[in-house]
């Protein structure tokens, strides 16, 4: 981490900084936040393939678990979930 800056009241007001705003005033919570819920979906935006990810597993597949790769039907929620996606 870098050292702290040390206020400098001549150039902060020139450069308009404020040495009093903490992070939580410059939108680091908010920051947080948003990635806190992209860590918990495990991907940014949204999921180009609305088949669960234990569909994929070994245990999903000898079930006959549905994925686009093997089920017609699957294939086709997928192509049609796509076509619906704002990117």
Same mark, same amino acid.
């Given at each position: 981490?870098?050292?702290?800056?040390?206020?400098?009241?001549?150039?902060?007001?020139?450069? +308009?900084?404020? *040495? $009093?705003? #903490?992070?939580?005033?410059?939108?680091?919570? !908010?920051?947080?936040?948003?990635?806190?819920?992209?860590?918990?979906?495990?991907?940014? +935006?949204?999921? *180009? $393939?609305? #088949?669960?990810?234990?569909?994929?597993?070994? !245990?999903?597949?000898?079930?006959?678990?549905?994925?686009?790769?093997?089920?017609?039907?699957?294939?086709?929620?997928?192509?049609?979930?796509?076509?619906?996606?704002?990117?």
């Amino acid at each position: 981490m870098p050292p702290a800056r040390r206020p400098d009241p001549q150039n902060d007001e020139h450069l +308009g900084h404020d *040495p $009093d705003l #903490t992070a939580d005033d410059l939108g680091a919570d !908010q920051a947080q936040d948003a990635m806190d819920v992209e860590t918990d979906q495990g991907y940014r +935006g949204v999921s *180009p $393939d609305p #088949t669960p990810n234990h569909h994929y597993t070994v !245990q999903g597949v000898t079930k006959g678990l549905p994925t686009p790769e093997t089920h017609p039907e699957q294939a086709a929620k997928v192509a049609e979930h796509r076509r619906t996606l704002r990117i």
